[in-house]
């Protein structure tokens, strides 16, 4: 399957506890992006990449976020002293820049359920 | 960014028709049209896109009026698999940042 994965598919944790997620994109393609998405909500945009480098980022994102795409392959988005707020499906998403396709198609990834308890 | 407003949800029996309208009163020149599909425990999908008039894939039709201030998107003959969350979105082509998503419209197809 050439699709974007996700690991872990779901995570449970105690509040205060650090998690740590991890995407692979597909690999042709050199924009990742991060969303988060709770129930009965569309997904909300939280960071992304071209490349290695990270160019937006939401305000959805505080500082206990941190989310990293080493040499521009597979990224990781951690959150440090979890709270029950935090609990969401994480959803990251690729897409390739630059070839005139349909308006910035993203591909998605299933998501990794994190429960906070 | 325009904002869209779309029904947060709809009903329909296998066989029928489904349309559903997105309003984006404020969209601007150079913003496309763009519906995602959402299955349950899954991530968003792409489905269409367009900019003006209709456009027609294997999947559905997107319809969208001259001053396109809203838009439709058309699910022929639906079956329980189509059950899922659609989203509207606007923005432009090749932006190349973040989707915004509003609620979509739940759509539960029944037998």
């Known amino acids: 399957d050439t699709g974007v994965s996700q690991d872990p598919r779901h995570k449970i944790t105690k509040r205060g506890q650090n998690v740590t997620f991890r995407c692979d994109p597909i690999?042709?393609?050199?924009?990742l992006y991060w969303y988060r998405q709770t129930l009965g909500q569309g997904p909300e945009f939280l960071t992304y990449?071209?490349?290695?480098?990270?160019?937006?980022k939401s305000r959805l994102l505080s500082d206990r976020f941190s989310a990293e795409r080493p040499k521009g392959s597979f990224s990781t988005l951690e959150i440090q002293r979890t709270e029950q707020g935090d609990s969401a499906m994480y959803l990251c998403?690729?897409?390739?820049?630059?070839?005139?396709?349909?308006?910035?198609?993203?591909?998605f990834g299933p998501g990794t359920r994190l429960t906070v308890l | 960014l325009a904002k869209t407003t779309q029904p947060i949800s709809m009903d329909s029996y296998e066989g029928q028709e489904v349309n559903i309208t997105c309003s984006h009163n404020?969209?601007?020149?150079?913003?496309?049209i763009t519906w995602y599909q959402q299955f349950p425990s899954q991530g968003p999908r792409f489905i269409i896109q367009?900019?003006?008039t209709k456009v027609t894939n294997e999947v559905a039709s997107l319809f969208i009026p001259a001053d396109r201030k809203s838009s439709t998107l058309s699910l022929p003959r639906v079956s329980l698999s189509d059950t899922a969350v659609y989203y509207c979105?606007?923005?432009?082509?090749?932006?190349?940042?973040?989707?915004?998503f509003g609620k979509g419209t739940t759509l539960s197809v029944s037998s």
């Open positions: 998403a690729s897409s390739k820049a630059g070839t005139g396709a349909s308006y910035n198609e993203q591909f």
């Open positions: 690999s042709e393609h050199n924009r």
């Open positions: 990449f071209q490349n290695e480098a990270q160019l937006e």
């Open positions: 404020n969209i601007a020149t150079n913003d496309y």
């Open positions: 367009g900019y003006k």
């Open positions: 979105l606007v923005g432009q082509r090749g932006a190349g940042t973040a989707l915004i």
